[in-house]
């Protein structure tokens, strides 16, 4: 048996599939966990290689992204950059605020950010996978 090293979109909640089209398709990777709770998942990680981005999608907020940072007590690990929106085709410029320093709502002291992707993934607590189409 071969270990699996890559996501097919396919594992993915049918509302994010655009999204992830529209992310590798502008250059991003996008990563997954190798496992997830719901048999479809509804989360993933989006990055240019050094900044780092969240996406998510729930039945009542639509699609979110956040920020990415090294955890820490008094700013957490990332911060909402946009949210509640459906799928559209100008949605990649609402993705790439994931991928700022901190939101320009953001009022908090300074965050520490990851080197570079394998710097988190290094520091993830589960094995992520590439999403590839």
């Not at 999204?19 to 502008?26: Q, T």
């Not at 520490?112 to 589960?126: G, I, L, P």
Request: glycine share 8%; charged share 20%; aromatic share 16%.
């Amino acid at each position: 048996m071969t270990e699996t090293t890559t996501h097919a979109i396919e594992n993915f909640h049918v509302e994010l599939h655009n999204l992830i089209k529209d992310l590798i398709n502008d250059g991003l990777k996008v990563y997954a966990p190798k496992k997830g709770l719901d048999p479809k998942l509804t989360y993933f990680y989006y990055t240019d290689g050094t900044r780092i981005g969240y996406a998510q999608f729930d039945r009542l907020n639509g699609l979110c992204f956040h920020t990415v940072h090294i955890p820490s007590t008094l700013n957490g690990a990332g911060a909402q950059a946009s949210d509640g929106w459906d799928y559209f085709d100008g949605i990649i410029l609402h993705a790439r605020e994931g991928l700022s320093y901190v939101p320009s709502w953001w009022k908090y002291g300074a965050v520490e950010k990851y080197r570079d992707f394998a710097h988190f993934q290094k520091k993830h607590w589960t094995e992520l996978l590439e999403v590839i189409l």
